[in-house]
């Protein structure tokens, strides 16, 4: 039987690049973002492809995507929880409350939102079961300097990981969480101009390709759901993450 995955955040970054990753390894694939136009791009003409333009932060949106995937390809197997935003980098007192609310709204309302839609639809189908895997961050373990509402929510997340992992186990429903650092996309392209660091200097930082982060999502996926990787990491082999003290 084919299987399924539901990725968020897909029209761009690592959802993109994972989106290929599956459907090249055979997989059934739904395309959630806000961006139709960019889910199009995504999809090409992939007859697997599903394309479901979808605002994560709003409930109704979100269980119509998971239903139209449901109705499309039988059920729902896997849910990559991608989509996220960063800001801009200041101490907390120059954050405007518009961000606070805006950062928190997507990285953790949306992806509580997208958990709780694919949970219940795992929790349903026959036979029961399936895999969330929870876009956390290496922000999930250790800030950047000025990065208050970002850190603040990847933290969330690795909480809801925990949670859905325990929940999970009396459903056949497996729960992890991948934590990313510095893979190449246009949101880390600054890495390779220079970025803020703990001491105050500014410095360039290795990437990664972000092909390696989706191999790893599509491993994680495969594995059976008696079995789990609850906490995984990969990053640019010298970013700063490890060695800053």
């Known amino acids: 039987m084919i299987q399924s995955v539901v990725i968020t955040g897909a029209g761009s970054g690592i959802g993109r690049a994972t989106a290929h990753k599956f459907l090249a390894a055979g997989w059934n694939v739904g395309l959630i973002g806000r961006r139709t136009e960019a889910l199009a791009e995504t999809a090409g003409d992939h007859p697997a492809a599903l394309v479901l333009p979808c605002d994560v ?15 499309a390809f039988g059920r729902v197997d896997v849910l990559f929880n991608n989509a996220g935003m960063s800001a801009k980098a200041a101490p907390i007192d120059e954050i405007p409350l518009e961000t606070w609310f805006e950062v928190v709204n997507v990285n953790l309302n949306g992806m509580y939102l997208c958990a709780r839609a694919a949970f219940g639809q795992m929790r349903r189908q026959d036979p029961q079961g399936g895999r969330i895997i929870n876009n956390g961050s290496i922000s999930a373990h250790a800030p950047r300097p000025g990065s208050a509402p970002y850190t603040t929510t990847k933290h969330a997340i690795t909480g809801l990981t925990k949670t859905l992992g325990l929940d999970g186990r009396a459903f056949n429903i497996a729960c992890g969480q991948i934590d990313i650092g510095n893979a190449l996309t246009q949101m ?11 001491d105050g ?36 082999r010298d970013m700063p993450y490890i060695g800053r003290g």
């Open 188 to 198: 880390a392209a600054r890495f390779q101009t220079g970025v803020p660091q703990a």
């Open 201 to 236: 200097q500014i410095k360039i930082e290795p990437v990664m390709d972000v092909d390696h982060v989706a191999e790893a999502v599509l491993t994680m996926a495969r594995l059976p759901l008696d079995v789990n990787v609850p906490f995984i990491t990969i990053m640019a």
């Open 57 to 71: 932060t709003q409930p109704d949106q979100v269980d119509a995507a998971f239903s139209q995937a449901n109705a």
